[in-house]
């Protein structure tokens, strides 16, 4: 497994602004993801970040939204941008060093917006 | 048809019973599978994860997986009420992506 950690651990943010979340990792991974849980809700992906290139998303996720990051294989960020109340979530990134294989979260980040 | 699915419960289960989670999965090619548990306002932890049919046992901890019927369960024997949490199943499918259920919320009663 790695240790993961996330910056920051919970934000209150104003309609309109933008948010960074950090992940870093303790050692060099293979695959970072994106996720966002809502209240009382299960995993949702919103995106693979990919090393050196454009992040991956999935339907429903565009860039201009939650642009990411991954300078390498240690860390990642991620941006939720002009933000809205329905963005109040957790946002959760996650490590693997093999595609379909286990993957270990950070703590993740608690956002609210008002 | 969801990918993974999960009786959301409640389920709850007295001090030192057996608690059954079940989980079934839509993609028949789908080949590794995942338990994972969150403890409220937690990020989900692994528990153990399965690829063969059959069962793989880890201390009070059982994953059984049946490919045929597309079913993946997870029994926790002697349920204690640190076990109390939202128990996640995960499949990959055959693109090697992760979908995760709903989740199963679990309740030991002391």
């Known amino acids: 497994s790695a240790v993961i950690s996330q910056k920051p651990s919970r934000d209150i943010c104003q309609r309109g602004t933008s948010l960074t979340i950090q992940c870093q990792v303790d050692?060099?991974?293979?695959?970072m993801f994106w996720y966002r849980q809502q209240p009382g809700q299960s995993l949702t992906l919103i995106a693979t970040?990919?090393?050196?290139?454009?992040?991956?998303?999935e339907s429903g996720f565009v860039i201009d939204k939650f642009p990411i990051s991954r300078p390498n294989l240690t860390f990642s960020t991620l941006t939720v941008s002009n933000m809205s109340p329905e963005d109040s979530s957790i946002y959760l990134c996650?490590?693997?060093?093999?595609?379909?294989?286990?993957?270990?979260f950070g703590p993740g980040t608690r956002l609210l917006v008002l | 048809q969801k990918e993974v699915e999960q009786n959301s419960g409640p389920l709850s289960v007295p001090e030192g019973a057996i608690a059954s989670l079940n989980c079934t999965y839509s993609?028949?090619?789908?080949?590794?599978f995942f338990w994972y548990r969150q403890y409220s306002g937690k990020s989900p932890e692994l528990i153990m994860f399965?690829?063969?049919?059959g069962d793989k046992e880890d201390g009070r901890f059982t994953a059984q997986l049946n490919k045929a019927s597309q079913y993946v369960s997870l029994l926790i024997r002697d349920s204690q009420p640190s076990d109390s949490a939202t128990y996640l199943c995960?499949?990959?499918?055959?693109?090697?992506?992760?979908?995760f259920g709903t989740g199963t919320s679990l309740t030991v009663i002391p």
């Open positions: 970040a990919n090393q050196g290139s454009e992040a991956t998303y």
């Open positions: 399965i690829y063969s049919n």
């Open positions: 050692s060099q991974v293979t695959m």
């Open positions: 996650s490590v693997t060093w093999t595609s379909g294989e286990t993957q270990y």
């Open positions: 995960a499949a990959t499918n055959t693109g090697n992506q992760f979908y």
């Open positions: 993609d028949r090619g789908s080949q590794s």
